[in-house]
């Protein structure tokens, strides 16, 4: 999960919320130890992480996203090593 270096905070962002969302918030910040402020930054740079890695995952232009659709639906192909492996006593087994 990010972490906000406060080094480097130079620019300021406010936002307003219901008296039940703030209570909500400082109660999950007292449990991780934050500040509301602390939780609410490193929450929000987290789900805007894995939303721009959502994009980067599943940026492909029309041709390669109907390719890719069509390898999906295409018939599974024999393959006979790996049905051996699958089928072999692990090495913890």
């Known amino acids: 999960m990010p972490t906000a270096d406060r080094s480097q905070r130079s620019e300021r962002l ?3 919320v219901s008296p039940g969302a ?4 400082q109660k999950a ?5 934050k500040t509301v402020s602390e939780f609410v930054l490193d929450s929000a740079l987290g789900a805007a992480e894995e939303a721009l890695l ?3 995952r599943l940026g492909l232009d029309a041709d390669r996203w109907a ?3 069509t390898a999906l639906d295409a018939p599974v ?5 790996l049905t ?4 072999s006593a692990g ?3």
Not at 29 to 33: I, K, V, W
Not at 77 to 81: E, G, I, N, V
């Open 14 to 16: 406010d936002i307003r």
């Open 22 to 25: 703030k209570r909500l918030l």
């Open 29 to 33: 910040a007292d449990m991780r130890h």
């Open 54 to 56: 959502e994009e980067k």
């Open 67 to 69: 390719a890719f659709i």
């Open 77 to 81: 192909q024999d393959a006979p090593r």
């Open 84 to 87: 051996k492996l699958l089928r």
């Open 91 to 93: 090495p913890f087994e």
